[in-house]
Protein backbone atom coordinates (compact mmCIF):
# COMPACT_ATOMS: atom_id res chain seq x y z
CA UNK A 1 0.00 0.00 0.00
CA UNK A 2 1.64 3.64 -0.86
CA UNK A 3 -0.10 6.51 -0.13
CA UNK A 4 0.68 9.74 -1.97
CA UNK A 5 -0.63 13.60 -1.34
CA UNK A 6 -0.03 15.46 -4.27
CA UNK A 7 0.38 18.78 -4.73
CA UNK A 8 -1.77 19.75 -1.69
CA UNK A 9 -2.73 23.41 -0.73
CA UNK A 10 -3.78 24.27 2.43
CA UNK A 11 -4.50 27.16 4.39
CA UNK A 12 -5.05 26.79 8.30
CA UNK A 13 -7.08 29.60 10.52
CA UNK A 14 -4.73 29.46 14.13
CA UNK A 15 -7.28 31.24 16.11
CA UNK A 16 -9.68 28.24 15.57
CA UNK A 17 -7.44 25.54 14.68
CA UNK A 18 -9.65 24.51 11.69
CA UNK A 19 -8.32 22.91 8.52
CA UNK A 20 -9.79 23.64 5.43
CA UNK A 21 -8.99 21.93 1.91
CA UNK A 22 -8.89 23.30 -1.62
CA UNK A 23 -12.07 21.94 -3.14
CA UNK A 24 -10.48 20.68 -5.95
CA UNK A 25 -8.02 18.47 -4.16
CA UNK A 26 -11.16 17.34 -1.30
CA UNK A 27 -12.20 13.88 -3.03
CA UNK A 28 -8.06 12.66 -3.37
CA UNK A 29 -7.37 13.81 -0.09
CA UNK A 30 -10.53 12.29 1.51
CA UNK A 31 -9.70 9.40 -0.19
CA UNK A 32 -6.19 9.09 1.33
CA UNK A 33 -7.23 9.78 5.19
CA UNK A 34 -9.61 6.91 4.41
CA UNK A 35 -7.26 4.14 3.58
CA UNK A 36 -4.80 5.68 6.85
CA UNK A 37 -7.93 5.58 9.07
CA UNK A 38 -8.78 2.10 8.26
CA UNK A 39 -4.73 1.07 8.60
CA UNK A 40 -4.82 2.99 12.13
CA UNK A 41 -8.24 0.96 13.08
CA UNK A 42 -7.15 -2.37 11.68
CA UNK A 43 -4.00 -1.72 13.74
CA UNK A 44 -5.92 -1.28 17.14
CA UNK A 45 -8.09 -4.29 16.14
CA UNK A 46 -5.48 -6.41 15.96
CA UNK A 47 -4.32 -5.68 19.27
CA UNK A 48 -7.28 -5.83 20.60
CA UNK A 49 -7.11 -9.68 19.32
CA UNK A 50 -3.28 -9.96 21.01
CA UNK A 51 -2.28 -10.51 17.49
CA UNK A 52 0.93 -9.10 16.05
CA UNK A 53 0.54 -6.89 13.06
CA UNK A 54 2.93 -7.36 10.77
CA UNK A 55 3.35 -4.34 8.24
CA UNK A 56 4.58 -5.32 4.74
CA UNK A 57 7.88 -3.99 3.46
CA UNK A 58 6.84 -2.19 0.67
CA UNK A 59 4.36 0.25 2.77
CA UNK A 60 5.60 3.80 2.28
CA UNK A 61 3.90 6.50 3.64
CA UNK A 62 5.06 9.67 2.33
CA UNK A 63 3.77 13.36 1.57
CA UNK A 64 5.47 15.02 -2.09
CA UNK A 65 5.21 18.16 -3.51
CA UNK A 66 3.82 19.32 -0.93
CA UNK A 67 3.50 23.56 -1.13
CA UNK A 68 3.37 25.96 1.08
CA UNK A 69 2.27 29.13 1.13
CA UNK A 70 2.82 30.77 4.53
CA UNK A 71 2.31 34.38 3.00
CA UNK A 72 -1.26 33.67 1.80
CA UNK A 73 -2.26 32.35 5.60
CA UNK A 74 -1.80 28.48 3.81
CA UNK A 75 -0.10 25.98 6.49
CA UNK A 76 3.59 24.81 6.39
CA UNK A 77 4.27 21.24 5.15
CA UNK A 78 4.68 20.13 9.38
CA UNK A 79 1.31 22.10 10.22
CA UNK A 80 0.06 19.43 7.01
CA UNK A 81 1.05 16.41 9.18
CA UNK A 82 -0.83 17.63 12.43
CA UNK A 83 -3.81 16.22 9.95
CA UNK A 84 -2.70 12.84 10.30
CA UNK A 85 -2.08 13.48 14.04
CA UNK A 86 -5.31 14.59 14.94
CA UNK A 87 -6.89 11.40 13.46
CA UNK A 88 -4.70 9.33 15.35
CA UNK A 89 -6.02 11.56 18.72
CA UNK A 90 -9.65 10.57 17.47
CA UNK A 91 -8.90 6.65 16.79
CA UNK A 92 -7.63 6.86 20.86
CA UNK A 93 -10.43 8.85 21.78
CA UNK A 94 -12.71 5.87 20.05
CA UNK A 95 -11.48 3.36 22.98
CA UNK A 96 -10.76 4.54 26.56
CA UNK A 97 -10.12 0.80 27.53
CA UNK A 98 -7.12 1.18 25.30
CA UNK A 99 -5.60 4.86 26.74
CA UNK A 100 -2.74 3.10 27.84
CA UNK A 101 -1.84 0.54 25.12
CA UNK A 102 -2.52 3.44 22.96
CA UNK A 103 -0.48 6.44 24.68
CA UNK A 104 2.32 4.27 24.99
CA UNK A 105 2.62 3.68 21.30
CA UNK A 106 1.00 6.87 20.51
CA UNK A 107 4.93 8.22 20.44
CA UNK A 108 6.01 5.46 17.35
CA UNK A 109 3.23 6.66 15.63
CA UNK A 110 4.29 10.25 15.72
CA UNK A 111 7.64 9.19 14.90
CA UNK A 112 6.02 6.89 12.01
CA UNK A 113 4.31 10.44 10.82
CA UNK A 114 7.12 12.83 11.30
CA UNK A 115 9.32 10.35 9.56
CA UNK A 116 7.62 9.45 6.40
CA UNK A 117 8.54 12.02 4.13
CA UNK A 118 12.27 11.19 4.23
CA UNK A 119 11.50 7.11 3.61
CA UNK A 120 11.09 7.49 -0.18
CA UNK A 121 14.64 9.37 -0.06
CA UNK A 122 16.44 7.43 2.18
CA UNK A 123 15.08 3.71 0.19
CA UNK A 124 16.25 5.08 -3.04
CA UNK A 125 19.88 6.05 -1.55
CA UNK A 126 22.55 3.66 -2.65
CA UNK A 127 24.16 1.81 -0.07
CA UNK A 128 27.70 2.59 0.79
CA UNK A 129 29.82 0.01 0.29
CA UNK A 130 32.05 -2.07 2.88
CA UNK A 131 35.30 -0.68 2.15
CA UNK A 132 33.72 2.55 2.60
CA UNK A 133 32.05 1.99 5.78
CA UNK A 134 35.38 0.43 7.37
CA UNK A 135 37.25 3.75 6.46
CA UNK A 136 34.43 5.79 8.00
CA UNK A 137 34.09 4.45 10.97
CA UNK A 138 38.24 3.88 11.66
CA UNK A 139 38.21 7.68 10.22
CA UNK A 140 35.86 8.52 13.06
CA UNK A 141 37.95 6.67 15.74
CA UNK A 142 40.94 8.38 14.60
CA UNK A 143 39.97 11.40 16.15
CA UNK A 144 40.22 10.21 19.77
CA UNK A 145 43.53 10.81 21.13
CA UNK A 146 45.28 8.61 23.74
CA UNK A 147 46.74 11.24 26.32
CA UNK A 148 49.33 8.49 27.16
CA UNK A 149 50.52 7.72 24.44
CA UNK A 150 49.76 11.09 22.46
CA UNK A 151 48.39 9.13 19.00
CA UNK A 152 44.82 8.38 18.20
CA UNK A 153 43.29 4.71 19.35
CA UNK A 154 43.40 3.02 15.90
CA UNK A 155 47.06 4.05 15.37
CA UNK A 156 47.48 2.43 18.82
CA UNK A 157 45.95 -0.63 17.49
CA UNK A 158 42.75 -0.41 20.22
CA UNK A 159 40.21 -1.19 17.66
CA UNK A 160 39.43 -4.81 17.26
CA UNK A 161 36.95 -6.80 15.94
CA UNK A 162 35.35 -3.83 13.49
CA UNK A 163 32.05 -5.84 12.46
CA UNK A 164 29.92 -3.91 10.17
CA UNK A 165 26.45 -4.38 8.65
CA UNK A 166 25.64 -1.90 5.56
CA UNK A 167 21.82 -2.66 4.65
CA UNK A 168 21.02 -2.46 8.30
CA UNK A 169 23.51 0.57 9.41
CA UNK A 170 25.13 -1.23 12.26
CA UNK A 171 28.55 -1.38 13.36
CA UNK A 172 30.28 -2.97 16.75
CA UNK A 173 33.71 -3.33 17.39
CA UNK A 174 36.09 -3.68 20.55
CA UNK A 175 38.44 -0.96 22.07
CA UNK A 176 41.47 -3.47 24.02
CA UNK A 177 43.30 -1.23 26.21
CA UNK A 178 47.11 -1.77 27.67
CA UNK A 179 45.24 -2.35 31.30
CA UNK A 180 41.94 -3.12 32.68
CA UNK A 181 42.97 -0.13 35.17
CA UNK A 182 42.83 2.58 32.45
CA UNK A 183 41.81 5.74 34.34
CA UNK A 184 39.80 6.87 31.21
CA UNK A 185 38.57 3.56 29.76
CA UNK A 186 34.62 5.11 29.91
CA UNK A 187 35.46 8.14 28.60
CA UNK A 188 36.96 6.27 25.32
CA UNK A 189 33.65 4.25 25.14
CA UNK A 190 31.35 7.13 25.56
CA UNK A 191 33.93 9.08 23.01
CA UNK A 192 33.62 5.91 20.20
CA UNK A 193 29.97 6.00 20.95
CA UNK A 194 29.77 9.16 20.01
CA UNK A 195 32.26 9.75 17.07
CA UNK A 196 30.48 6.33 15.06
CA UNK A 197 26.85 7.34 15.43
CA UNK A 198 27.64 10.68 13.79
CA UNK A 199 27.72 9.13 10.58
CA UNK A 200 25.16 9.90 8.50
CA UNK A 201 24.59 6.29 7.62
CA UNK A 202 24.83 4.34 10.98
CA UNK A 203 21.64 3.91 12.98
CA UNK A 204 23.25 1.72 15.75
CA UNK A 205 26.44 1.16 17.29
CA UNK A 206 27.89 -1.84 20.11
CA UNK A 207 30.95 -0.96 21.56
CA UNK A 208 32.86 -3.75 23.90
CA UNK A 209 35.67 -2.76 26.24
CA UNK A 210 38.25 -4.94 27.32
CA UNK A 211 42.07 -5.28 28.20
CA UNK A 212 45.36 -7.04 26.52
CA UNK A 213 45.96 -10.38 28.26
CA UNK A 214 48.54 -10.29 30.88
CA UNK A 215 52.18 -10.47 29.03
CA UNK A 216 55.93 -8.74 29.63
CA UNK A 217 57.01 -7.46 26.73
CA UNK A 218 59.79 -10.54 26.62
CA UNK A 219 58.22 -13.25 28.79
CA UNK A 220 60.39 -16.18 26.88
CA UNK A 221 63.13 -14.88 28.79
CA UNK A 222 61.30 -15.01 32.36
CA UNK A 223 61.24 -17.83 34.97
CA UNK A 224 57.34 -19.83 34.77
CA UNK A 225 56.15 -18.05 37.51
CA UNK A 226 56.70 -14.31 35.93
CA UNK A 227 55.07 -14.43 32.55
CA UNK A 228 52.32 -13.95 32.94
CA UNK A 229 52.66 -10.48 34.82
CA UNK A 230 52.12 -7.68 32.93
CA UNK A 231 53.85 -4.81 35.29
CA UNK A 232 56.06 -5.16 38.02
CA UNK A 233 56.31 -2.33 40.33
CA UNK A 234 58.65 -1.49 43.07
CA UNK A 235 57.91 0.53 45.99
CA UNK A 236 61.26 1.50 47.31
CA UNK A 237 62.86 3.94 50.24
CA UNK A 238 66.25 2.37 50.71
CA UNK A 239 65.25 3.34 54.43
CA UNK A 240 62.84 1.94 57.35
CA UNK A 241 60.62 3.43 58.76
CA UNK A 242 59.13 6.18 56.31
CA UNK A 243 55.66 4.40 55.41
CA UNK A 244 56.91 2.05 52.36
CA UNK A 245 54.80 -0.76 53.60
CA UNK A 246 52.22 1.69 54.04
CA UNK A 247 52.46 2.32 50.04
CA UNK A 248 53.32 -0.51 48.97
CA UNK A 249 49.77 -1.92 50.49
CA UNK A 250 47.29 0.71 49.84
CA UNK A 251 48.66 1.33 46.15
CA UNK A 252 47.81 -2.22 45.62
CA UNK A 253 44.37 -2.60 46.50
CA UNK A 254 44.00 1.18 44.68
CA UNK A 255 45.09 -0.44 41.33
CA UNK A 256 42.90 -3.57 42.49
CA UNK A 257 39.86 -1.23 42.93
CA UNK A 258 39.65 0.43 39.85
CA UNK A 259 39.27 -3.14 37.94
CA UNK A 260 43.27 -4.70 37.50
CA UNK A 261 44.85 -8.36 38.84
CA UNK A 262 46.85 -7.50 41.22
CA UNK A 263 49.49 -9.33 43.83
CA UNK A 264 51.73 -8.16 46.49
CA UNK A 265 55.35 -9.44 46.96
CA UNK A 266 56.51 -8.65 50.57
CA UNK A 267 60.35 -8.58 49.89
CA UNK A 268 62.00 -8.13 53.28
CA UNK A 269 62.38 -11.56 54.73
CA UNK A 270 64.27 -10.15 57.61
CA UNK A 271 61.17 -7.80 59.08
CA UNK A 272 57.89 -8.97 56.44
CA UNK A 273 55.00 -6.58 57.54
CA UNK A 274 52.47 -7.90 55.31
CA UNK A 275 50.97 -10.36 57.49
CA UNK A 276 50.29 -7.44 60.06
CA UNK A 277 48.76 -4.96 57.13
CA UNK A 278 45.92 -7.45 55.33
CA UNK A 279 44.17 -10.26 57.23
CA UNK A 280 43.53 -13.32 54.50
CA UNK A 281 41.86 -15.92 55.99
CA UNK A 282 44.83 -18.54 55.14
CA UNK A 283 47.58 -17.27 56.72
CA UNK A 284 49.79 -19.95 55.39
CA UNK A 285 51.27 -20.27 52.08
CA UNK A 286 50.41 -24.01 50.22
CA UNK A 287 52.99 -25.91 48.33
CA UNK A 288 51.75 -27.75 44.97
CA UNK A 289 52.90 -30.93 45.47
CA UNK A 290 53.22 -32.12 41.84
CA UNK A 291 54.35 -28.52 40.04
CA UNK A 292 56.06 -27.84 43.09
CA UNK A 293 55.33 -24.27 43.25
CA UNK A 294 53.77 -21.61 45.60
CA UNK A 295 49.71 -21.26 45.80
CA UNK A 296 49.48 -17.45 46.91
CA UNK A 297 47.11 -16.57 49.77
CA UNK A 298 44.53 -13.80 48.39
CA UNK A 299 42.62 -11.07 50.71
CA UNK A 300 40.01 -9.01 48.88
CA UNK A 301 40.89 -10.23 45.41
CA UNK A 302 44.70 -9.65 46.05
CA UNK A 303 47.43 -12.28 45.72
CA UNK A 304 49.73 -12.11 48.71
CA UNK A 305 53.11 -13.39 49.12
CA UNK A 306 55.32 -13.20 52.05
CA UNK A 307 58.03 -14.75 53.81
CA UNK A 308 55.66 -13.98 56.92
CA UNK A 309 53.57 -16.36 55.92
CA UNK A 310 55.68 -19.23 55.16
CA UNK A 311 55.37 -20.09 58.79
CA UNK A 312 59.01 -18.79 59.77
CA UNK A 313 58.17 -15.53 61.40
CA UNK A 314 61.00 -13.41 60.27
CA UNK A 315 64.57 -14.85 59.25
CA UNK A 316 67.70 -15.07 60.85
CA UNK A 317 70.17 -16.32 57.71
CA UNK A 318 73.17 -14.42 56.13
CA UNK A 319 72.68 -12.55 53.07
CA UNK A 320 73.35 -15.04 49.99
CA UNK A 321 70.36 -17.02 51.94
CA UNK A 322 68.23 -14.53 51.75
CA UNK A 323 68.39 -13.98 48.07
CA UNK A 324 67.72 -18.08 47.34
CA UNK A 325 64.94 -17.15 49.40
CA UNK A 326 63.21 -14.26 47.81
CA UNK A 327 64.24 -15.97 44.63
CA UNK A 328 62.01 -19.29 45.00
CA UNK A 329 59.06 -17.43 46.73
CA UNK A 330 59.27 -14.40 44.02
CA UNK A 331 59.96 -17.10 40.86
CA UNK A 332 58.20 -20.60 41.54
CA UNK A 333 54.53 -19.10 43.02
CA UNK A 334 51.81 -19.49 40.96
CA UNK A 335 50.63 -15.98 40.38
CA UNK A 336 48.51 -16.19 37.01
CA UNK A 337 47.32 -13.68 34.97
CA UNK A 338 48.37 -10.21 36.81
CA UNK A 339 48.42 -6.73 35.65
CA UNK A 340 50.55 -5.39 38.46
CA UNK A 341 52.48 -7.15 40.85
CA UNK A 342 53.83 -4.90 43.54
CA UNK A 343 56.78 -5.69 45.11
CA UNK A 344 57.05 -3.89 48.81
CA UNK A 345 61.16 -3.89 48.71
CA UNK A 346 63.27 -4.02 51.58
CA UNK A 347 65.33 -1.56 52.62
CA UNK A 348 69.30 -0.79 51.92
CA UNK A 349 70.91 -0.60 48.27
CA UNK A 350 72.58 -4.04 48.94
CA UNK A 351 72.91 -7.97 47.46
CA UNK A 352 69.16 -8.42 47.97
CA UNK A 353 68.00 -5.20 45.99
CA UNK A 354 70.45 -6.01 42.85
CA UNK A 355 69.08 -9.99 42.72
CA UNK A 356 65.64 -8.42 42.70
CA UNK A 357 66.18 -6.49 40.49
CA UNK A 358 67.99 -8.59 37.85
CA UNK A 359 65.70 -11.26 38.57
CA UNK A 360 62.71 -9.50 37.73
CA UNK A 361 61.62 -7.15 34.91
CA UNK A 362 60.73 -4.39 37.03
CA UNK A 363 58.62 -2.19 34.71
CA UNK A 364 59.08 1.15 36.83
CA UNK A 365 59.59 2.28 40.71
CA UNK A 366 57.19 4.38 43.05
CA UNK A 367 59.51 6.15 45.56
CA UNK A 368 58.83 6.60 49.36
CA UNK A 369 60.68 9.26 51.57
CA UNK A 370 59.37 11.63 54.36
CA UNK A 371 60.20 15.30 55.21
CA UNK A 372 63.75 15.28 56.59
CA UNK A 373 67.24 15.23 54.96
CA UNK A 374 68.32 12.13 56.02
CA UNK A 375 65.56 10.74 54.13
CA UNK A 376 66.67 12.37 51.06
CA UNK A 377 70.35 10.73 51.83
CA UNK A 378 69.47 7.84 51.59
CA UNK A 379 66.40 7.97 48.89
CA UNK A 380 68.94 9.06 46.68
CA UNK A 381 71.50 6.43 47.01
CA UNK A 382 68.37 4.10 45.60
CA UNK A 383 67.20 6.08 42.80
CA UNK A 384 71.04 6.30 41.51
CA UNK A 385 70.37 2.29 42.22
CA UNK A 386 67.63 2.08 39.98
CA UNK A 387 68.70 4.41 36.76
CA UNK A 388 71.82 2.19 36.76
CA UNK A 389 69.53 -0.49 36.10
CA UNK A 390 67.79 0.97 33.76
CA UNK A 391 64.21 0.82 35.83
CA UNK A 392 62.90 4.24 35.63
CA UNK A 393 60.80 6.02 38.63
CA UNK A 394 57.76 7.63 38.00
CA UNK A 395 56.79 8.85 41.25
CA UNK A 396 58.08 9.96 44.68
CA UNK A 397 55.67 9.53 47.82
CA UNK A 398 56.24 11.96 50.85
CA UNK A 399 55.01 10.50 53.81
CA UNK A 400 54.20 12.62 56.84
CA UNK A 401 54.27 15.86 55.06
CA UNK A 402 51.85 17.61 57.15
CA UNK A 403 48.89 17.73 59.07
CA UNK A 404 45.91 20.36 59.68
CA UNK A 405 44.45 21.63 63.05
CA UNK A 406 42.83 25.02 64.07
CA UNK A 407 42.39 25.85 59.90
CA UNK A 408 46.09 25.64 59.51
CA UNK A 409 48.49 23.66 58.02
CA UNK A 410 51.75 22.59 59.62
CA UNK A 411 55.19 20.81 59.00
CA UNK A 412 56.39 19.15 61.54
CA UNK A 413 59.25 17.72 60.13
CA UNK A 414 60.49 20.60 57.97
CA UNK A 415 59.52 20.18 53.77
CA UNK A 416 61.71 19.66 51.26
CA UNK A 417 62.77 16.19 50.86
CA UNK A 418 60.22 15.00 48.11
CA UNK A 419 60.71 18.45 46.00
CA UNK A 420 64.33 17.93 46.02
CA UNK A 421 64.14 14.41 44.79
CA UNK A 422 61.90 15.01 41.50
CA UNK A 423 64.12 18.29 40.89
CA UNK A 424 67.49 16.68 41.54
CA UNK A 425 66.17 13.22 39.59
CA UNK A 426 63.84 14.80 36.96
CA UNK A 427 61.04 12.62 38.35
CA UNK A 428 57.46 13.96 37.45
CA UNK A 429 55.12 13.06 39.85
CA UNK A 430 55.15 14.24 43.50
CA UNK A 431 52.58 13.07 45.74
CA UNK A 432 52.04 14.16 49.63
CA UNK A 433 50.75 12.15 52.41
CA UNK A 434 49.68 13.82 55.78
CA UNK A 435 49.73 12.84 59.41
CA UNK A 436 47.03 10.93 59.76
CA UNK A 437 46.35 8.46 62.93
CA UNK A 438 43.55 6.38 60.75
CA UNK A 439 46.10 5.57 58.52
CA UNK A 440 48.34 4.41 60.63
CA UNK A 441 45.80 2.67 62.73
CA UNK A 442 44.56 0.73 59.31
CA UNK A 443 48.26 -0.17 59.06
CA UNK A 444 48.21 -2.32 62.04
CA UNK A 445 43.92 -3.66 62.21
CA UNK A 446 45.03 -5.38 59.09
CA UNK A 447 42.82 -3.37 57.06
CA UNK A 448 44.30 -1.01 54.51
CA UNK A 449 43.20 2.82 54.60
CA UNK A 450 41.95 2.38 50.90
CA UNK A 451 39.20 -0.40 51.80
CA UNK A 452 38.94 0.94 55.14
CA UNK A 453 37.84 4.91 54.23
CA UNK A 454 37.57 4.54 50.38
CA UNK A 455 35.83 8.00 50.37
CA UNK A 456 38.43 9.57 52.34
CA UNK A 457 41.40 12.22 51.51
CA UNK A 458 44.06 9.25 51.86
CA UNK A 459 41.57 7.35 49.50
CA UNK A 460 41.87 10.14 47.39
CA UNK A 461 45.53 10.66 47.38
CA UNK A 462 46.02 6.99 46.61
CA UNK A 463 43.89 7.17 43.68
CA UNK A 464 45.92 9.94 42.03
CA UNK A 465 48.89 7.97 42.61
CA UNK A 466 47.35 4.32 41.12
CA UNK A 467 46.82 6.84 38.22
CA UNK A 468 49.77 7.94 37.50
CA UNK A 469 51.09 4.59 37.94
CA UNK A 470 48.84 3.07 35.36
CA UNK A 471 49.62 5.82 33.00
CA UNK A 472 53.61 5.69 33.36
CA UNK A 473 53.71 1.78 32.80
CA UNK A 474 51.51 2.16 29.57
CA UNK A 475 53.85 4.75 28.56
CA UNK A 476 57.11 2.72 29.03
CA UNK A 477 55.50 0.04 27.78
CA UNK A 478 54.59 1.10 24.46
CA UNK A 479 58.65 3.32 24.36
CA UNK A 480 59.80 -0.30 25.10
CA UNK A 481 58.29 -1.75 22.41
CA UNK A 482 58.71 0.50 20.01
CA UNK A 483 62.64 1.79 20.64
CA UNK A 484 65.05 -0.47 18.55
CA UNK A 485 62.50 -2.32 15.42
CA UNK A 486 63.78 -2.95 11.65
CA UNK A 487 62.62 -1.19 8.53
CA UNK A 488 62.61 -3.72 5.59
CA UNK A 489 61.72 -0.61 3.19
CA UNK A 490 65.09 1.07 4.07
CA UNK A 491 67.18 -2.08 5.32
CA UNK A 492 67.86 0.01 8.32
CA UNK A 493 67.63 -0.43 12.19
CA UNK A 494 65.64 2.34 13.59
CA UNK A 495 66.85 3.06 17.35
CA UNK A 496 64.90 5.62 19.64
CA UNK A 497 65.78 5.21 23.24
CA UNK A 498 63.14 5.31 25.76
CA UNK A 499 62.98 9.10 27.74
CA UNK A 500 64.91 10.58 24.53
CA UNK A 501 63.99 12.56 21.51
CA UNK A 502 66.70 11.51 19.20
CA UNK A 503 65.96 8.97 16.65
CA UNK A 504 68.35 7.45 14.35
CA UNK A 505 69.64 4.50 12.06
CA UNK A 506 71.69 2.48 12.04
CA UNK A 507 73.09 -0.81 9.27
CA UNK A 508 72.53 -4.00 10.41
CA UNK A 509 75.83 -5.58 9.47
CA UNK A 510 77.07 -2.78 11.95
CA UNK A 511 75.39 -3.72 14.55
CA UNK A 512 76.64 -7.43 14.66
CA UNK A 513 80.20 -6.53 14.12
CA UNK A 514 79.56 -4.31 17.32
CA UNK A 515 78.46 -7.54 19.74
CA UNK A 516 80.38 -7.38 22.74
CA UNK A 517 79.34 -11.04 23.35
CA UNK A 518 82.14 -13.92 24.76
CA UNK A 519 81.48 -15.54 21.03
CA UNK A 520 82.58 -12.37 19.23
CA UNK A 521 85.36 -10.85 22.15
CA UNK A 522 87.62 -12.49 23.90
CA UNK A 523 87.10 -12.52 27.47
CA UNK A 524 90.08 -12.55 29.08
CA UNK A 525 92.39 -10.95 26.63
CA UNK A 526 89.98 -8.60 24.69
CA UNK A 527 90.95 -9.96 21.39
CA UNK A 528 88.52 -9.39 18.43
CA UNK A 529 87.22 -13.06 17.40
CA UNK A 530 84.62 -11.64 14.92
CA UNK A 531 86.21 -10.83 11.91
CA UNK A 532 84.60 -7.89 9.60
CA UNK A 533 84.34 -10.14 7.12
CA UNK A 534 82.63 -12.88 8.77
CA UNK A 535 79.32 -10.93 8.47
CA UNK A 536 77.79 -10.49 5.32
CA UNK A 537 77.08 -6.98 4.51
CA UNK A 538 73.56 -7.47 3.58
CA UNK A 539 72.52 -9.37 6.85
CA UNK A 540 69.17 -8.86 8.41
CA UNK A 541 67.81 -9.21 11.46
CA UNK A 542 65.10 -11.69 11.97
CA UNK A 543 63.79 -10.60 15.22
CA UNK A 544 64.05 -8.10 17.66
CA UNK A 545 62.89 -8.24 21.04
CA UNK A 546 62.85 -5.74 24.39
CA UNK A 547 64.87 -7.17 26.57
CA UNK A 548 63.90 -4.72 29.91
CA UNK A 549 64.28 -0.98 29.59
CA UNK A 550 68.03 -0.73 28.93
CA UNK A 551 68.63 -3.22 25.65
CA UNK A 552 66.85 -5.75 22.80
CA UNK A 553 67.64 -8.78 21.35
CA UNK A 554 68.89 -9.78 18.29
CA UNK A 555 68.35 -12.83 16.40
CA UNK A 556 70.22 -12.81 13.03
CA UNK A 557 69.77 -15.69 10.68
CA UNK A 558 73.04 -17.77 11.74
CA UNK A 559 70.93 -18.15 15.13
CA UNK A 560 72.83 -15.96 17.02
CA UNK A 561 71.11 -13.86 19.57
CA UNK A 562 72.88 -10.78 20.36
CA UNK A 563 72.13 -8.26 23.57
CA UNK A 564 72.78 -4.81 22.41
CA UNK A 565 71.89 -2.65 24.75
CA UNK A 566 70.52 1.08 24.46
CA UNK A 567 73.91 2.59 25.66
CA UNK A 568 76.18 0.64 23.18
CA UNK A 569 73.67 0.95 20.50
CA UNK A 570 74.09 4.94 21.05
CA UNK A 571 77.72 4.84 20.29
CA UNK A 572 77.58 3.38 17.05
CA UNK A 573 78.37 4.65 13.33
CA UNK A 574 75.00 6.17 12.58
CA UNK A 575 73.54 5.83 8.78
CA UNK A 576 73.15 9.22 7.18
CA UNK A 577 72.51 8.24 3.88
CA UNK A 578 69.26 6.86 3.42
CA UNK A 579 66.09 7.04 1.19
CA UNK A 580 64.03 8.69 3.50
CA UNK A 581 64.34 11.00 6.36
CA UNK A 582 63.93 9.49 10.10
CA UNK A 583 60.64 11.12 11.96
CA UNK A 584 60.24 12.72 14.89
CA UNK A 585 58.61 9.49 16.10
CA UNK A 586 59.00 6.01 15.88
Partial sequence: M?????????????????????TSHWPLITSCFSLTSHFLISLSLAHKNMQLLHVPSSFCLSFQNVKTHEEAGLPSYEKTLQLSSAICCSLQQQRPERSKWASRRGSALSSFTAKAASLEDVAGAPAISKGAAESDVLKALSQIIDPDFGTDIVSCGFVKDLDINEALGEVSFRLELTTPACPIKDMFEQKANEVVNLLPWVKNVSVTMSAQ??????????????QT?????????CKGGVGKSTV??????????????????????YGPSLPTMVSPENRILVMNPEKKTIIPTEYLGVKLVSFGFAGQGRAVMRGPMVSGVINQLLTTTEWGELDYLVVDMPPGTGDIQLTLCQVVPLTAAVIVTTPQKLAFIDVAKGVRMFSKLKVPCVAVV??????????????PFGRGSGSQVVEQFGIPNLFDLPIRPTLSASGDSGTPEVVADPLGEVSKTFQDIGICVVQQCAKIRQQVSTA??????????????????EAFLLHPATVRRNDRSAQSVDEWTGEQKLQFADVPEDIEPEEIRPMGNYAVSITWPDGFSQIAPYDQLQTIERLVDVPQQVPSQV
Avoid: C, W
Avoid at 2 to 22: A, C, G, M, P, Y
Avoid at 230 to 237: D, F, Q
Fill in 229 to 237: ISNIIAVSS
Fill in 398 to 411: ENMSHFDADGKRYY
Fill in 213 to 226: PARPIYAEQLPAGL
Fill in 2 to 22: RLHFRDIITSHDTQNTKHEVH
Fill in 484 to 501: VTYDKSIKAIRVKVPDSD
Fill in 248 to 269: AVNLAYTLAGMGARVGIFDADV
